[in-house]
């Protein structure tokens, strides 16, 4: 008889550093107000890294929290999925960083999805645990932001949204009868979404330094004018996250024959408070079933849906048994779901 797996979550962590830097804190730098951080995007403070930290660091410290927390030893991973748009260097990507610092010789890719990476990563670990052919995943999303944000009235509606920190996950094969699905109470990973609209592509983005067609990878001009730095139409961005999300959800729910109410708990990306309210209030979804922290964290882009999980397992909210789903959209555009039996 043919062996069917699924995968089921094993563990959550994350990292945060320590360094609080509140909405006051910058106004000392641009002109912006705590009042006008909080009601558009309901941030309140992140955490920004000390000098001699790199992204594959924090990364490697969410790794080990997600591992102590399933008791996986990291020389049993089968594979490290990483995500990140901050990587340590341009090449290698950090997952092969991070397999390092966690003295193991699992493969280490790297996925490329900006603030949807977490969701892809789950899903390309999910194909990877149902075809049988890995056991243990270690998925890992780290960001460094606050290198690469302009601290001025420039840069100013990039630069308040943005946070420091990783989150991890730890995926685990499990041989089963029948797969999981919305109705029958087996644990682990149901349904998956993936999306991407390419023709977003410039509406967020870090253009330079790259290989879009310039003579060289990055010019002097363009260096002192800070070329490198992200740029974004926030308003695009808005509206195009509230319509994904929305879809993304929608599809889920038709597809696996579920009612908004049905959903336990929704873990969104967190990039605006506004954003998921709305989603949220679109659905049908009770407010108290959806999950927050961009109030603490900013958007940690590929890190915010762990580092969300984490503290939402660790605060009871999220529990075995409970139908969970995540949802996210960024850059690209990019966005996907999860639809998960906890
Ligand atoms: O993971 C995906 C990542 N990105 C996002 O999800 C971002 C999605 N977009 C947003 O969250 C919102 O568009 C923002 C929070 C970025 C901006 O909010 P908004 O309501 O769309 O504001 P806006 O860009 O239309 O700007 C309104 C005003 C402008 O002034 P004027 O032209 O009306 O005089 C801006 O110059 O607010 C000004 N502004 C600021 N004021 C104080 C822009 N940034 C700031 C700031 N502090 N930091």
């Not at 990476?117 to 890992?140: C, H, P």
């Not at 949204?161 to 995926?171: P, S, Y």
């Not at 984490?310 to 909210?317: L, N, P, T, V």
Request: charged share 25%; proline share 3%.
């Amino acid at each position: 008889m043919k062996q069917i797996f699924c995968s089921t979550v094993s563990s959550v962590g994350m990292y945060v550093p320590e360094k609080i830097v509140t909405n006051e804190d910058l106004t000392k730098l641009m002109d912006t107000s705590d009042e006008w951080i909080e009601e558009r995007t309901g941030i309140k403070e992140r955490r920004f890294v000390e000098s001699g930290v790199a992204t594959s660091d924090l990364g490697h410290k969410a790794a080990i929290d997600a591992l102590n927390k399933s008791r996986i030893k990291s020389q049993d991973l089968d594979l490290i999925i990483a995500t990140t748009l901050s990587p340590d260097f341009y090449f290698p990507g950090i997952g092969v960083l991070i397999q390092n610092k966690l003295s193991c010789d699992a493969p280490a890719i790297d996925l490329r999805g900006q603030c949807s990476g977490f969701t892809w990563a789950m899903t390309t670990a999910d194909s990877f645990i149902r075809s049988g052919q890995y056991k243990k995943i270690l998925i890992v999303g780290a960001e460094i932001q606050s290198r690469v944000i302009e601290f001025s009235n420039r840069g100013r509606n990039v630069s308040v949204l943005f946070g420091d920190g990783a989150g991890a996950m730890v995926l685990q094969s499990r041989e089963v009868e029948h797969l999981p699905t919305a109705t029958n109470n087996e644990r682990g990973i149901i349904d998956n979404l993936m999306g991407s609209d390419g023709s977003g592509a410039e509406i967020l983005a870090i253009k330079r330094p790259g290989m879009s067609g310039e003579d060289e990878f990055i010019t002097t001009e363009e260096t002192s004018e800070k070329a490198y730095l992200p740029i974004m139409d926030g308003r695009q961005v808005f509206k195009n996250a509230v319509r994904r999300l929305f879809e993304s959800a929608t599809t889920i729910l038709e597809r696996n024959k579920l009612k908004a109410s049905d959903i336990d708990v929704v873990i969104p990306h967190q990039a605006n408070l506004r954003i998921n309210s709305a989603v949220a209030e679109k659905l049908g979804i009770e407010k108290h079933k959806v999950m927050h922290n961009i109030q603490k964290y900013g958007n940690t882009t590929s890190a915010s849906l762990p580092i969300c999980m984490s503290e939402a397992c660790d605060e009871g909210k999220v529990k075995k048994g409970m139908l969970v789903l995540t949802l996210a959209f960024g850059s690209g555009f990019s966005w996907g779901a999860n639809l998960i039996r906890w």
